[in-house]
């Protein structure tokens, strides 16, 4: 059985920088999956998309609320994914989630993600 790991969250100042990583355990990113997304959901509201990954050619997704301060990387030697945040706002507040993607349908999609991690706290104070 697949478990996914995060970790890197923290609290930071507003402006600042945070990295996240994704590890897999029981299996390699490679051998299963499509592409590895972050997702994140702060209390009392919905999971939103954030960033994705496809683990063969690389290609990369982002919310619009993250493009050109979020950015998403794989390193296939280590199976893990990152996801470097810089420009941090307050707004930017949530658990964050990584998750892997089966194959079908569109990466942006949360219901198209088959195993999830438990998550890691954001917290980014003005």
């Known amino acids: 059985q697949v478990q996914l790991v995060e970790s890197g969250g923290g609290l930071v100042q507003a402006g600042g920088s945070l990295r996240l990583s994704c590890a897999a355990s029981?299996?390699?990113?490679?051998?299963?999956?499509?592409?590895i997304g972050w997702f994140r959901q702060a209390p009392g509201k919905e999971r939103e998309f954030v960033a994705a990954?496809?683990?063969?050619?690389?290609?990369?997704y982002y919310a619009d609320s993250v493009k050109g301060r979020f950015t998403i990387s794989r390193d296939n030697a280590k199976n893990m994914v990152h996801l470097q945040m810089n420009s941090l706002k307050p707004e930017d507040t949530s658990v964050y989630y990584c998750?892997?993607?089966?194959?079908?349908?569109?990466?942006?999609?949360?219901?198209?993600?088959?195993?999830w991690g438990q998550g890691t706290q954001v917290t980014v104070s003005s």
């Open positions: 990954i496809t683990w063969s050619l690389g290609s990369t």
């Open positions: 998750a892997t993607h089966g194959g079908r349908g569109d990466v942006v999609t949360d219901r198209r993600y088959n195993s």
């Open positions: 029981g299996r390699t990113f490679s051998s299963y999956a499509y592409a």
